[in-house]
C-alpha cells in the first residue's frame, strides 16, 4: 500500500537511503532537511524515475520555522502516514568537563528538541486519523554511555526514552512507534563529529567493514512494512564485527 512518508535529514545519509529505497517501493515521499540544492536534486532524480517526491527546506531546531514548514506539508499531502525523525548528528569528541558548550546545544537541539518539534506538530494528525507510524533513528550510544560520548550519549538516551513515552502515550490511538539503533555507520557522522577532519573521521571506518547507510535503511523499510497489528519497537543494529560501543574486532 502507497504511504507518505516523511524523512528529516533526507539529503544524506540514512536519509537519502532511505528516500531512495522506498521511492523504489512507489511510496509518495516527503523531505526535508536544510540544505536546498541537495533537495531539489533528490526530488528532481526522484521524480524523473516516476516517484511523487516533495522538498521542503528549514531548520528543525526553530520551532517557528517547523510549525510554517508542516502546515505546508500538509496542505501539499494531506496526512503523513510515516514519519522517520532521522535528523540527528554528534559533534565533538571531548571530556566532559573540557566539552564545548556550543556543541552541546547543537547536538541537544537537533537529536532532542528538533525530534520533538517535529513529532509535536506531525503526530497530532495522526491521532486524528488514528492511524500512523512514528520511527526514531537514535543509536546505541543511547544504550550505553562510552568515553568522551557524554552529551550526543544523553541525547541518543532521551531519543530511547521518548520512544518508549510515545509508544505509551500513543497506544490508544493506534499509532506504531519504532527506534533503530545504529552502532558504526558510514556516513557524514564522522566528519561532522570531528568537523571536517576528513582524515580522523576515515580513520573510524578503517578499523572493520562499518554499517552502510542502505544496511539501516533496509531495517526501516522491513519495519515500516510490517501488518498493522505487528510493532518493531526497538532495534539494534552493528556492524558484525561491533558488539557494542566498547568491543570491536
Ligand atoms: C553512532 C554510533 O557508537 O559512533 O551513533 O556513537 S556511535
Known amino acids: 500500500m502507497m504511504k507518505t512518508i516523511l524523512i528529516t535529514g533526507a539529503t544524506a545519509g540514512i536519509g537519502e537511503a532511505c528516500a531512495s529505497k522506498f521511492g523504489v517501493e512507489g511510496h509518495?515521499?516527503?523531505?526535508?532537511?536544510?540544505?536546498?540544492?541537495?533537495?531539489n536534486t533528490m526530488v528532481e532524480n526522484l521524480s524523473s524515475k516516476g516517484v511523487d517526491a516533495y522538498a521542503f527546506c528549514f531548520d528543525i531546531t526553530k520551532k517557528e520555522e517547523v510549525d510554517v514548514a508542516v502546515?505546508?506539508?500538509?496542505?501539499?499531502v494531506g496526512t503523513v502516514d510515516v514519519l522517520i525523525n532521522n535528523a540527528g548528528l554528534a559533534v565533538g569528541l571531548e571530556l566532559l568537563h573540557e566539552g564545548v558548550v556550543d556543541d552541546w546545544e547543537r547536538m541537544i537541539d537537533t537529536n532532542i528538541k528538533g525530534l520533538l518539534y517535529m513529532t509535536r506538530a506531525i503526530a497530532p494528525k495522526m491521532v486524528e486519523v488514528?492511524?500512523?507510524?512514528?520511527?526514531?533513528?537514535?543509536?546505541?550510544?543511547?544504550?550505553?554511555?562510552?568515553?568522551?560520548?557524554?552529551?550526543?550519549?544523553a541525547t541518543k538516551h532521551?531519543?530511547?526514552?521518548?520512544?518508549?513515552?510515545?509508544?505509551?502515550?500513543?497506544?490508544?490511538d493506534n499509532i506504531?512507534?519504532?527506534?533503530?539503533?545504529?552502532?558504526?555507520?558510514?556516513?557524514?557522522?564522522?566528519?561532522v563529529r570531528f568537523k571536517g577532519d576528513a582524515a580522523r573521521a576515515d580513520k573510524v571506518y578503517q578499523q572493520f567493514a562499518p554499517l552502510l547507510a542502505e544496511d539501516i535503511a533496509d531495517a526501516i523499510v522491513y519495519v515500516t512494512n510490517t501488518p498493522k497489528h505487528v510493532c518493531i519497537n526497538d532495534l539494534v543494529i552493528t556492524p558484525t564485527a561491533q558488539a557494542n560501543p566498547f568491543y570491536t574486532v
Do not use: W
Open 130 to 153: 488514528q492511524e500512523g507510524h512514528i520511527i526514531n533513528v537514535s543509536s546505541i550510544a543511547g544504550k550505553d554511555v562510552y568515553r568522551f560520548g557524554n552529551v550526543y550519549c
Open 28 to 39: 509518495r515521499l516527503v523531505l526535508t532537511g536544510r540544505r536546498q540544492d541537495r533537495l
Open 71 to 76: 502546515k505546508e506539508i500538509f496542505h501539499t
Open 176 to 191: 506504531k512507534v519504532t527506534n533503530i539503533a545504529p552502532g558504526m555507520v558510514e556516513t557524514e557522522f564522522s566528519l
Open 158 to 172: 532521551a531519543v530511547d526514552a521518548l520512544s518508549k513515552a510515545m509508544r505509551v502515550d500513543m497506544i490508544q
